[in-house]
């Protein structure tokens, strides 16, 4: 068991009807009902937010900080992600949308669409390397990363040591408003627009890194709200110099793959697809395979459940865009100088989540482990849920953890009254003769 930590999903249990949704379709089997109340297994939770889009309650929410935050610094700076520009449909440019958000209180901002031009240089400089592990995979999606410590550990070495783009971003922004202003460093507050729960929680509990360089994460609804009703009444400034096609691009799926420009990359999105790839991996396929992009949310960051737009649109938006903007490579546009002048590399290692394992000791691990499947036998294997658990075998490891009873599944409980039953009427007949 890990120590508990952060988390940006929640469950407002006062919403919550039980009804099994969420248990049913969370990935990473975090969830349980009891008492006829859902809850959360928080170190099974990787923060996909996949119970957030199944809840027809809106018992599941992400907490994220409130736009009042930014008043707390007098210097305030906004980083967009990329998948930002594909909820305004009717945005003419990403010109105007950056503008914008100076206009609700935002003194400057730093597109993370320019971090992700850096982090594709990163990227292209550890895939040179002849001795690194085979396929390097992405560490853009914090989901990911966490569902590989928690289900695929021995995977570890393979994720790429690149901090995320909303990282290095935050640490290009401040470092240049700092220079060409003149304010110490701790007086500027830099602040994410989030597309997603998962990097909520890489900021306030992050991965590969010591402290997180951003003061704040706004959710994209909460940006949305504020910027659509102005955002055709601004007008942009067109010298505006904006981050490369490649590094916008970074939004849907398949677009940091194709801003690597390597041939054996494969981009996969859908955190349950993922899994699949990555157990194959496990397995020792895919071997010719150079690097995998992995998005928990369907579509890449554009699909994420704290956005406002259709994913389908929302993607078709960003590649309208980034086919407008100047066709430069990130290798065109981000010096050697930038590379070298900041460490963009984690500083901390990915430590293992053994929050699946049953037992540190092998022996009672491998006991505990033949009683789940002596259990197994005797459920019916419907995974029906109404246990409370997701799956019969995940309900026959519940068994053994000592978080339920046997007599919880309804079909044994069922049977053994029907025993019971007869029993009785044994008994009162014996009775009679």
């Not at 945005?91 to 901002?109: N, Q, R």
């Not at 406002?308 to 100088?337: D, F, G, H, W």
């Not at 075998?393 to 046997?406: P, T």
Request: hydrophobic content about 35%.
């Amino acid at each position: 068991m890990v120590n508990k930590r952060f988390h940006s999903v929640t469950l407002d249990a006062s919403k919550c009807k039980g009804c099994t949704n969420c248990l049913t379709r969370c990935p990473m089997e975090a969830i349980r009902v009891r008492g006829g109340r859902a809850f959360i297994m928080d170190e099974r939770c990787v923060d996909c937010g996949e119970c957030i889009r199944t809840c027809s309650y809106h018992a599941k929410v992400a907490m994220t900080d409130d736009l009042g935050i930014i008043e707390n610094f007098e210097h305030r700076i906004a980083l967009p992600a990329p998948s930002l520009y594909g909820q305004f449909y009717h945005a003419k440019s990403i010109a105007v949308i950056i503008e914008v958000l100076k206009h609700i209180g935002f003194t400057d901002v730093f597109e993370v669409a320019k971090g992700a031009d850096i982090a594709t240089r990163m990227l292209q400089e550890e895939l040179k390397n002849p001795d690194r592990p085979k396929p390097l995979i992405s560490s853009a999606c914090p989901a990911i990363t966490r569902m590989i410590q928690i289900k695929f550990p021995t995977l570890l070495p393979n994720i790429v040591k690149v901090k995320q783009p909303m990282e290095v971003a935050a640490t290009m922004a401040r470092a240049e408003y700092s220079k060409k202003h003149s304010v110490p460093k701790d007086e500027i507050g830099v602040f994410f627009i989030t597309p997603c729960a998962a990097k909520v929680t890489a900021v306030r509990n992050p991965i590969g890194q010591e402290k997180s360089e951003v003061d704040g994460v706004i959710s994209m609804l909460d940006i949305y709200a504020c910027v659509f009703p102005i955002l055709n009444k601004i007008t942009p400034d067109e010298n505006i110099k904006i981050a490369t096609p490649y590094g916008v691009g970074w939004a849907n799926s398949g677009g940091e793959s194709r801003a690597t420009n390597i041939n054996k990359t494969m981009a996969v999105d859908g955190i349950e697809n993922v899994a699949n790839v990555l157990e194959e991996i496990e397995n020792g396929r895919l071997r010719d395979l150079d690097y995998l992009e992995g998005a928990a949310c369907p579509g890449g960051c554009v699909g994420g459940p704290l956005t406002y737009e259709n994913k389908y649109v929302a993607r078709n938006k960003v590649m309208q865009l980034v086919s407008e903007l100047p066709c430069e490579r990130p290798e065109e546009t981000v010096p050697c100088r930038v590379l070298n002048s900041y460490d963009f590399k984690m500083d901390t290692p990915i430590p293992e989540n053994c929050s699946m394992q049953l037992d540190e000791e092998v022996s009672t691990a491998i006991e505990k482990m033949e009683r789940i499947n002596d259990i197994l036998e005797s459920l019916p294997g419907y995974d029906c849920g109404s246990c409370g658990s997701p799956t019969c075998r995940s309900f026959a490891e519940d068994i053994v953890r000592g978080y339920c009873n046997i007599t919880d599944c309804i079909f044994i409980l069922r049977d053994r009254l029907k025993v019971m039953a007869q029993q009785m009427v044994d008994m009162s007949n014996t009775k009679r003769e």
